[in-house]
Nanobody
Framework: QAQVVESGGGLVQAVGSLRLSCTVS????????MGWFRQVPGQEREAVAC????????DYMDSAKGRFTISRDNAKNVAYLQMNNLKPGDTAMYYC????????????????????WGQGTRVTVRS
């Protein structure tokens, strides 16, 4: 089974930046799309960004476009989420996950398509 571990969260002031890291083991990392998701208490988990297996295509939630960048290093089995110009509305627990399919052309923003999840890393943005 896959193991997924996020890191890099923390407390940051508005307009600041953070880079989250996601280290994956126990699966064919280079054959799977990756996704970053976030969840606020009382709300549903929502997709932030995804990236295809080779890193050639990405997708983002609307509020992340222009501010966040997802990337990956397949030689290191690590995915990243660079978050710039952070806003208080970005405060959430952030999760990384592996897609369950190797047969997609584009990555998916549907949480149900992902099968291996990390424990999360907390991001808090102060006004």
């Amino acid at each position: 089974q896959a193991q997924v571990v996020e890191s890099g969260g923390g407390l940051v002031q508005a307009v600041g930046s953070l880079r989250l890291s996601c280290t994956v083991s126990g699966t064919r990392f280079g054959a799977l799309a990756m996704g970053w998701f976030r969840q606020v208490p009382g709300q549903e988990r929502e997709a932030v960004a995804c990236i295809t297996d080779s890193g050639g295509s990405t997708d983002y939630m609307d509020s992340a476009k222009g501010r966040f960048t997802i990337s990956r290093d397949n030689a290191k089995n690590v995915a990243y989420l660079q978050m710039n110009n952070l806003k208080p509305g970005d405060t959430a627990m952030y999760y990384c996950a592996t897609d369950g399919s190797t047969r997609r052309v584009d990555c998916t923003l549907r949480p149900s398509d992902y099968i291996a999840w990390g424990q999360g890393t907390r991001v808090t943005v102060r006004s």
